[in-house]
């Protein structure tokens, strides 16, 4: 198994930047993949940013393309979520999720907050 904690969530204006971060822990080497979903207040939780190290692979949802970047630094298996140009509608609880070994996104994490006040 894998532990997931996040962190850097908070309060911003539209417009500012917030750098969200997750850090694992456990059975790391089984890591395949890394991504941020998010959910918003009565939404579903949609799927945000994946990172595939080993193949150097980012992917995106469309609406925060361009102002988004994940990137992740594995010597101390940390996943990062960059996010600038915020929008009000980025406002959600991020959560930071791993798939071990193609398996499925299986590990999440607790969440963090995110509010961008217009």
């Known amino acids: 198994q894998v532990q997931l904690v996040e962190s850097g969530g908070g309060l911003v204006q539209a417009g500012g930047s917030l750098r969200l971060s997750c850090t694992a822990s456990?059975?790391?080497?089984?890591?395949?993949?890394m991504a941020w979903f998010r959910q918003a207040p009565g939404k579903e939780r949609e799927f945000v940013a994946a990172?595939?190290?080993?193949?150097?692979?980012?992917l995106y949802e469309t609406s925060v393309k361009g102002r988004f970047t994940i990137s992740e630094d594995t010597t101390n298996d940390t996943v990062y979520l960059q996010m600038n140009s915020l929008k009000p509608e980025d406002t959600a609880v991020y959560y930071c999720t791993a798939d071990l070994a193609g398996g499925g996104w299986s590990e999440w994490g607790q969440g963090t907050q995110v509010t961008v006040s217009s």
């Open positions: 990172i595939f190290s080993s193949d150097d692979i980012e």
């Open positions: 456990g059975r790391t080497h089984s890591k395949y993949a």
